[in-house]
């Protein structure tokens, strides 16, 4: 396969992405800004197999410069600004780099006539939905600036695939949980208070709905789409399962060993998206892909990493 650059591959999820990618032998060229939410320390398993450009992609000139040097065959486009609260506070930052910064990766790789383009979108651009499922033609109706942020940056590809023929592919997964999340998110932060002896925080009486999604089946997605993937398409990745905001809290809690009461309830978040629930035929149906971990092993999983790993969690405090 050719070269692949993976922008933001020192988040998150675009970090398992890497490592995934390293051990099937591929070549990867990370650029990643290391904002608060990026840390090399995710890449230390594999930093010696990757080449690395702390950019912005907002800076044209040096993307256009790393592509230039580079060659890349495929992007894999991870980098963003991803909390909703944030966003919420100010949206500033959410605009330059999830709109404007995918706006100049498409340019410099519509300019480099790279092969494919694997943007990384969510379930978070359909808004919530009581009943039922999103489909990946379903309309886009984004409830957070996160999340009109988002689909901003969807509609933009979209345009770019009608309108130049660019060779671009849209994902848009659940919601992520695993090891090296920042503990800003829901079950990384709960589980780093419960380390603090503290509360976990809940929005509302904790009955919005997620779809909890492991990052390593995230992953193995992707990789399925950036190399079978069809150009031109939407393909949505879930778990399809679904579980109340207070459920999770009581589970990490005993699982932690404390009593109920180290759950409070909070004033809910403006405008708060009560459920997601994706459609996933595509993706099994057309390249075979299923997601392994369950929900419990996957919370298992997750919780004893953050314990070995409490240095980490606690300096992100
Ligand atoms: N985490 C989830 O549950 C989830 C679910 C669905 C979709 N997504 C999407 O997946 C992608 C990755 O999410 P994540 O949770 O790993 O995010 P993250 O916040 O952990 O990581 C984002 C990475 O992007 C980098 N970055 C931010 N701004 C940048 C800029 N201007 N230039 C270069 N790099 C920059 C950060 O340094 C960081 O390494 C995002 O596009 C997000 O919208 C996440």
Same mark, same amino acid.
């Given at each position: ?11 998150? /999820? ?7 990618? @390293?051990? &099937?032998? *591929? %070549? +990867?060229?990370?650029?990643?800004? $290391? ?63 999830? /709109? ?7 340019? @410099?790789? &519509?300019? *480099? %006539? +790279?092969?494919?383009?694997?943007? $990384? ?77 503290? %509360? +976990? ?83 099994? %149906? ?32």
């Amino acid at each position: 396969m050719k070269k692949i650059l993976v922008t933001g591959g020192a988040g998150f /999820i675009g970090s398992e992405f890497v490592r995934q990618g @390293v051990r &099937k032998g *591929y %070549k +990867i060229t990370v650029v990643d800004k $290391i904002t608060y939410a990026g840390d090399l320390e995710r890449l230390k398993d594999v930093k010696n197999k990757i080449t690395l450009y702390r950019s912005d992609i907002c800076n044209k000139a040096k993307i256009d410069m790393i592509f230039k040097k580079e060659k890349p065959g495929i992007i894999v486009h991870f980098a963003a600004e991803t909390h909703v609260d944030r966003s919420i506070e100010s949206s500033g930052a959410f605009i330059e780099t999830n /709109i404007k910064g995918t706006q100049i990766l498409l340019d @410099v790789s &519509k300019k *480099y %006539k +790279i092969d494919k383009f694997v943007h $990384i979108s969510t379930d978070e651009v359909y808004g919530d939905i009581k009943k039922g499922k999103f489909y990946e033609d379903s309309p886009l109706k984004a409830s957070s600036p996160y999340a009109a942020s988002k689909a901003a940056a969807d509609l933009l590809i979209k345009s770019y695939i009608r309108t130049y023929n660019f060779p671009a592919i849209i994902v848009r997964p659940s919601n992520n949980y695993g090891p090296w999340q920042y503990p800003e998110k829901f079950i990384p932060l709960s589980i780093l208070r419960l380390l603090e002896g503290k %509360k +976990i925080p809940v929005y509302g009486k904790g009955k919005n709905i997620r779809e909890w999604l492991y990052v390593s089946d995230c992953a193995q997605a992707i990789w399925s789409i950036t190399k079978r993937g069809k150009i031109g398409q939407v393909y949505n990745v879930g778990s399809s399962i679904e579980k109340r905001n207070i459920d999770v809290a009581k589970k990490l809690v005993t699982l932690l060993g404390k009593s109920q009461n180290y759950i409070k309830f909070v004033k809910d978040r403006p405008g708060h998206d009560f459920r997601y629930f994706l459609d996933t035929k595509k993706i099994k %149906k057309e390249l075979g892909w299923n997601p392994k971990i369950n929900f419990d092993k996957g919370l298992r999983k997750t919780l004893t990493w953050c314990l070995e790993h409490r240095k980490w969690m606690l300096s992100k405090k």
